[in-house]
């Protein structure tokens, strides 16, 4: 029997594989070629550092001791499998064939370690594989957040109020289409890059919202989307700079996007857990390095001149946070960037901003009748905030009976806990 891992070790090794595990992941997919293979390694060869490192101590490098355990181990798994399937056999000698022939204990002195540029390269072609277009969009999040955040299914199956059997079935036919359709571990070539890294952009957008919106685990999700998207923009700045092209700005504007909403985290939710709208909200409780760093990022990829949605979208973020108070807001900026944005990003939500933007500007009367054309359009009619909207605007004007009815419908169907209470309310107010 194993003697016990002392506590500290053990909060270090975890510690370690909440940092590395991405990186070792990323590396050892491109060395054995397998995604279920490279993740079984892993595991592997942290519970071979819980039963070596109490007696030898941490390595002096612990990710070349980790990438090179879990590649042994997976030559080790692979020749027992070979006594029973020939294409296991030869994937094993393959993959011997290029590696060095060391011992798990001889690993420190003789390995030849992996450059951590190198590394970084493996990290962004996972996230590409991951967040291949072929993939399920449900698959896409689960897969990134596995594999790339190095989240554990429970945690992601708590953010997304599924169960982690559930959680287990995307990652597993996600998995599946990769292998099925011989999905290329690799970086889109450059004329590629734009259509594919939409996609991934989306991704990390997705996992945003999630947190964004979720009333308990949300906090970890948005904090993992943001890393995600610091990652991503520090690795495709290398590779661009190699091409002579400066960073994306879209990857720029996402992660502006993403910061200046950020911001407003402790300011939008009360003690209670209920919702405060941006014109209640104490904005001295806004979070200033935030939203300086994302005012940063927006602005230069608006000096682009190549920006998209993401970016757009953070410009308006943007004048909320330099207001002072919604009385203050310039809301005819916010109304001509979303025409603008609307013209590359046509959608029905992007069109009730616009309206509630309107309303702003020109007066109630306005945003009501083009938030009664949407919904007379039929395409936000099971979209609470659409009501909701239209129950505030004709609150504003008198037409109580129409603003109950509105909120009455809006409650029907808000899918959070905040949302329903904060239009109880509005409901009981209007009595």
């Known amino acids: 029997m194993l003697p016990p891992v002392p506590e500290q070790l053990r909060r270090t090794i975890e510690a370690l ?23 079984e390694a892993m595991h592997e060869a942290f519970a071979a550092a819980l039963e070596s490192w109490p007696q030898t101590g941490i390595p002096d490098k612990p ?45 420190s002195p003789g390995v030849e370690e ?31 957040l596995r594999e790339v955040c190095g989240l554990t299914t429970e945690e992601i199956a708590r953010a997304f109020l599924v169960t982690p059997a559930t959680l287990a079935q995307r990652i597993v036919r996600a998995k599946a289409v990769i292998r099925d359709k011989a999905i290329p571990y690799q970086v889109p ?38 890393r995600l998207s610091r990652l991503l923009l520090d690795l495709l ?27 407003r985290r402790a300011a939008r939710i009360s003690p209670e857990g209920d919702l405060i709208l941006l014109e209640q909200q ?27 949605a993401y970016t757009l979208q953070a410009a308006i973020a943007a004048v909320h946070a330099g207001s002072s108070s919604v009385a203050s807001t310039d809301w005819r900026e916010i109304m001509l960037l979303y025409d603008r944005l609307l013209r590359i990003l046509p959608s029905p939500v992007v069109e009730l901003n616009r309206a509630v ?26 979209y609470h905030l659409a009501h909701s909207a239209r129950a505030e605007l004709c609150r504003r004007l008198g037409r109580l009976p129409e603003a109950r009815a509105s909120y009455e419908k809006a409650l029907a169907l808000a899918p959070q806990a905040s949302d329903r209470r904060f239009l109880a309310r509005r409901l009981e107010e209007l009595k």
């Not at 990186?23 to 397998?34: I, K, P, Q, S």
């Not at 990290?123 to 991951?130: D, G, V």
């Not at 700079?241 to 950020?262: A, D, S, T």
């Not at 009501?368 to 395409?379: F, G, N």
Request: charge should be negative.
């Open 114 to 144: 992996i450059e951590d540029e190198e590394i970084e390269d493996d990290r962004l072609r996972l996230i590409f594989t991951c967040c291949h277009p072929a993939l399920p969009p449900e698959g896409q999040v689960a897969l990134t």
């Open 237 to 263: 700045n290398k590779d661009l700079l190699q091409l002579g092209r400066i960073q994306e700005p879209e990857v720029m504007g996402l992660l502006g996007l993403m910061l200046l909403q950020e911001s």
């Open 189 to 226: 070539a450059s004329q590629e890059l734009p259509a594919r890294l939409g996609a991934v952009l989306q991704v990390v957008y997705l996992i945003f919202n999630e947190g964004y919106s979720a009333e308990t685990t949300g906090a970890e999700l948005s904090r993992e989307a943001i």
């Open 282 to 308: 104490d904005r001295s409780l806004w979070n200033k390095d935030q939203i300086a760093e994302g005012l940063a990022l927006t602005e230069a990829s608006l000096q682009s001149r190549r920006f998209g």
């Open 63 to 107: 990710r070349p001791w980790l990438i090179s355990t879990a590649r042994f181990k997976a030559i080790d798994g692979m020749r027992r499998r070979a006594q029973f399937d020939a294409t296991q056999r030869d994937l094993a000698l393959y993959t011997e064939a290029h590696m060095n022939e060391a011992r798990i204990n001889e690993v």
């Open 17 to 39: 594989y909440r940092s590395e595990s991405g990186r070792v992941l990323a590396t050892l997919v491109r060395l054995l070629g397998d995604l279920d293979l490279a993740e």
């Open 357 to 382: 933007a309107i309303a702003e500007c020109e007066g109630p009367e306005q945003g009501l009748r083009l938030i009664d054309d949407l919904l007379a359009r039929e395409q936000l009619s099971h």
